[in-house]
Each structure stands twice: as C-alpha cells, then as structure tokens.
C-alpha cells in the first residue's frame, strides 16, 4: 500500500515544504495558491470532494422540498433538519475523539459506506411514494451521525496530507471546490426536480459517493502519530467521554480557538435563512418560477463563496486572522439583513453571493487558525467541534428561523438575524481585543 512518503511530487509534506512560486505580487497574488495539488493523495481527496458535493447538494435540497411539499409548512422544514442535530453533535465529538485514535482512512472508508447505503434508503422511500416526515427525519439523523465521524476524520487528514506552510491553501481549495458542488448541485436539483422528480435526485447522490469510496481507498494509510508526550500508556488510545472533554478543555486553554468557534456560531445561528427558501420561492418569488428561485437561493451563497475563493490571493495573506474573521462575520451580517429586505430576486441572489463572499473569508482564516493552533493528537476532537459548529448551527438556524417565519413572516425573521449577527459579532470583536489583533 502506498504510504504517506510515497507520492509522486514530494517525499514527506508533513515534514518539509517547497519554496513558494509567487511573492504575491502581480496576477498571481488575486488567484488561488494551488501549491497543495502538487501532492498525490491530496489532490485525491479534494478531486473527490468536487464531485461528491454536487450529489450530496441533490439531496440537500430534495429533503427539504419532500418536507414541505408533504406539510406546506417552513416550521416542519427547521424541525425536520433539527432531527439531525443531536446525532450530529454525539456522534462528530465522539468520531473526532475516534479520529485521535484510529487509521483515519479507515474510519472514512466505513463511514463512507454507511453514508452510501442512507443515501439508497433516501431513493427507495421517495420511489415507493412513503409520503412519511418521521421517517425522512429517522433518515436524516443517521446520515447526519454518519456524517458526524466521517467529517472530523477527513478535515484532520488534511495537515497529513500537505506541508503545514499550505495549510491556508489547501483549506481554500478543499472550501472553493466544495462551495463549486453547492452551486452546481442546488441549481441543477431546481432544474431537474420538474424533469425526474426527487428519487432519482437521492439515487444520483448515492452513486456519486462511489468515487468518494474509490480515492479514500487509495489514500495512504493514516493511524495516530506517536505520542508527544513520554510515558502515555495504552489508555492513550481509548476514545470516550474523558478525551472528548480533553477537547473542550483544550479549546478553553486556546482562547482563540474558542472566539473563532463563537464568531461561526453568530453567524450561522442569527443568519443563515435557508429554512425560509422554499416559502420564499413559492410565495415572494414565485414570479421567477418556484423551482428556478428555488435553486438559485440555495445556490447564491457558495457561487459568492466561489468567487471568494478563485481570488482568495486577494486576502489569504492577511496576518490578522483574528479581525479578519470578525470583519467577515460583520459583512455576511449586513448582507443577509439586506437579503431580507430585497423584494426582487436578483437582488436577494446578489446580497446572498456577497454573504458567500464573506463566508470564504470567514472559513479560510478560522481553518487556518484550527490547524495551526492544534496538534495532531488534538486536530480530530478540534475538527469534531467544528463539525458540530459549522454542521450544527445552520440546524439550529433552521428551527429559529422557520419558527420566526412561520410567526412573522420569512422577510422579517431574515432581516432581523442579520442585525442580530452584525450587533453580536461588535460586541463580542470589542470584548476580545486579543482576537482581533491575532496574527497566526
């Protein structure tokens, strides 16, 4: 079996980087460092990502849209996305604490398998016309729990993979591609929903999980790295209650750490609307066609988000990663507040891509912060809590926003959570000085 030292371009990138092509001046310092790509089993694991995100997109939209064609209701739409959050948060503590432990390709590989077989059930209910929102939910929350230990490992796998010194890069481009997936696969869920109905969405998904099983299996072989310190028995490679709380003690030891996972909290809890969009599309945009407004308000964010990233030279060597952050949370506030006021949907595309903007910004200077700040026996726990903030708190959203829709009407909850983003985020950037001035 090929092994970490064995890739084509460099002999062992966990231990020693090339020099960097560009000086960040000229063309080459707006456009993408794609340094990591150079790296067999990187470039691997991200070709995967950029078909598998368009498949997993299918049914991230069909779920919610089989919802609210059964209920006509958005409260159901949060309720039914909040089924997953409790096996999300379980499952991605404990798989993170797992990942310490374990070859992390081979926890890929059998989650992988699990996600797959979720993604058939998705397919064969849907085909059998169960018109069944518990069930959807039972589906949901295994393939959120599958999710949960399968993120962590793939997320810790990258510092593996790539020289420490490409980490901001290699997180633009595993972002970029997969924000690439959101846009394409939500635009084409809109348009084909009309043409071959919600099962066959779920059944394509399932088959694209294939390619995501076929190069987490010619990744090289990924178990836990000796210990640091001298002196650690076997109980070192336990993965229970007292090494998940190890994580949590060890994010309160790095306070930055735990002002960047509050920074993405804010801004998904207050203002990520997406429970509101099938109302949306079928009630203030229904001008444009339901399913045509549909798609293109699932897709808004991550073609913002693309755009950020294919010019991510533009702000990636920033060395203040901490008011970077807090600069991007307070955009993507103000954008989605203008999202909630727009009554045209070009408009509202156009204040949603700005927020995707923003959110690249956000996650490449937090994951850069994640990685470099952790160690490697720790990256798993800190990658399963940021599972659970990055997955988790969109899920919470969606049961306060179809909540707040359904009482006020979706317009005003959405405007209202991207004020409520833009005041926190200055108040918590005001009592941290520490944050705003971190460099990395």
Same mark, same amino acid.
């Given at each position: 079996? =090929?092994t970490?030292r064995n890739t084509?371009?460099?002999p062992?990138p966990?231990?020693k980087?090339r *020099?960097?092509?560009? %000086?960040?001046?000229?063309?080459?310092?707006w456009?993408?460092?794609v340094?990591?790509?150079?790296?067999?089993p +990187?470039?691997r694991?991200w070709a &995967?990502?950029?078909?598998t995100?368009?498949?997993?997109? !299918?049914t991230?939209?069909?779920?919610?849209k089989q919802?609210? %064609?059964?209920?006509? &209701?958005?409260?159901?739409v949060?309720?039914a996305?909040?089924?997953g959050l409790l096996?999300l948060?379980v +499952?991605?503590?404990?798989?993170?604490?797992?990942? %310490?432990?374990?070859?992390?390709r081979?926890l890929?590989l059998s989650?992988n #398998?699990g996600?797959a077989v979720?993604s058939?059930?998705?397919?064969a209910q849907?085909?059998?016309?169960?018109?069944?929102?518990?069930?959807?939910?039972?589906?949901?929350?295994a393939?959120?729990?599958?999710?949960g230990?399968?993120?962590?490992?793939?997320?810790?796998s990258?510092?593996?993979l790539?020289?420490a010194?490409?980490?901001p890069? /290699?997180?633009?481009?595993q &972002?970029?591609v997969a924000q690439t997936g959101m846009? @394409?696969?939500?635009?084409?869920?809109g348009a084909?929903?009309p043409?071959?109905?919600?099962?066959t !969405?779920?059944?394509?998904?399932a088959? /694209?999980l294939?390619?995501?099983?076929?190069a987490?299996?010619?990744?090289? &072989?990924?178990p836990p790295l000796p210990?640091?310190d =001298?002196g650690s028995?076997?109980g070192r490679?336990?993965?229970?209650?007292?090494?998940v709380? %190890?994580?949590?003690r060890?994010?309160?030891?790095?306070?930055?750490?735990?002002?960047?996972f509050l920074?993405?909290i804010?801004?998904?809890?207050f203002g990520?609307?997406?429970? !509101?969009?099938?109302?949306l599309a079928s009630?203030?945009?229904? *001008?444009w066609?339901e399913?045509f407004a549909?798609?293109?308000?699932?897709a808004a964010?991550p073609i913002? $988000? #693309?755009a950020?990233?294919?010019?991510?030279?533009?702000?990636?060597?920033?060395?203040?990663?901490g008011?970077?952050v807090s $600069?991007a949370?307070? #955009?993507?506030?103000? /954008?989605i507040?203008?999202f909630?006021?727009?009554a045209? @949907?070009?408009?509202?595309?156009g +204040?949603?891509?700005?927020a995707?903007?923003?959110d690249?910004?956000s996650? #490449?200077?937090r994951?850069?912060i994640?990685?470099s700040a952790a160690?490697?026996?720790?990256?798993?726990?800190?990658?399963g809590?940021f599972?659970?903030?990055v997955?988790g708190?969109p899920r919470? /959203?969606d049961?306060?926003?179809g909540? $707040?829709g359904?009482?006020f009407g979706?317009?005003?909850a959405?405007?209202?959570?991207?004020?409520?983003?833009?005041?926190t985020m200055?108040?918590?950037?005001?009592?941290?000085?520490s944050?705003?001035?971190?460099?990395?």
């Amino acid at each position: 079996m =090929e092994t970490a030292r064995n890739t084509e371009e460099d002999p062992g990138p966990a231990q020693k980087a090339r *020099p960097a092509r560009s %000086d960040g001046k000229g063309w080459r310092g707006w456009v993408m460092d794609v340094r990591p790509l150079r790296h067999r089993p +990187f470039r691997r694991l991200w070709a &995967s990502t950029s078909v598998t995100t368009i498949g997993s997109q !299918l049914t991230a939209v069909a779920v919610p849209k089989q919802v609210y %064609d059964l209920t006509g &209701s958005s409260a159901w739409v949060g309720y039914a996305s909040f089924a997953g959050l409790l096996p999300l948060v379980v +499952f991605a503590l404990w798989g993170g604490a797992v990942a %310490d432990r374990v070859d992390r390709r081979k926890l890929m590989l059998s989650t992988n #398998v699990g996600i797959a077989v979720i993604s058939l059930l998705f397919w064969a209910q849907s085909a059998a016309g169960i018109h069944s929102v518990a069930l959807l939910m039972v589906l949901l929350a295994a393939q959120q729990g599958l999710f949960g230990i399968n993120f962590p490992a793939r997320s810790a796998s990258i510092a593996r993979l790539v020289p420490a010194e490409e980490l901001p890069a /290699a997180g633009a481009l595993q &972002s970029t591609v997969a924000q690439t997936g959101m846009v @394409l696969g939500p635009l084409l869920a809109g348009a084909l929903i009309p043409l071959i109905g919600l099962p066959t !969405l779920y059944l394509i998904d399932a088959v /694209a999980l294939c390619v995501t099983l076929w190069a987490v299996w010619r990744l090289p &072989s990924l178990p836990p790295l000796p210990p640091l310190d =001298e002196g650690s028995g076997p109980g070192r490679r336990r993965a229970g209650a007292r090494e998940v709380a %190890d994580g949590f003690r060890y994010i309160v030891a790095q306070r930055v750490l735990l002002l960047s996972f509050l920074a993405d909290i804010v801004a998904m809890v207050f203002g990520m609307p997406r429970a !509101l969009f099938p109302q949306l599309a079928s009630s203030t945009y229904a *001008p444009w066609g339901e399913g045509f407004a549909l798609g293109l308000l699932f897709a808004a964010i991550p073609i913002g $988000a #693309v755009a950020g990233g294919l010019l991510s030279g533009t702000f990636s060597r920033a060395r203040r990663h901490g008011l970077m952050v807090s $600069a991007a949370v307070v #955009v993507w506030g103000l /954008a989605i507040t203008g999202f909630g006021l727009s009554a045209g @949907l070009w408009w509202a595309a156009g +204040f949603l891509a700005v927020a995707g903007v923003a959110d690249m910004v956000s996650m #490449v200077f937090r994951g850069a912060i994640l990685q470099s700040a952790a160690t490697d026996d720790m990256r798993g726990r800190m990658q399963g809590v940021f599972t659970v903030v990055v997955a988790g708190g969109p899920r919470l /959203a969606d049961l306060l926003h179809g909540t $707040a829709g359904s009482l006020f009407g979706p317009r005003v909850a959405v405007a209202a959570g991207g004020l409520l983003v833009v005041v926190t985020m200055l108040a918590l950037t005001a009592a941290a000085p520490s944050f705003r001035r971190y460099t990395g």
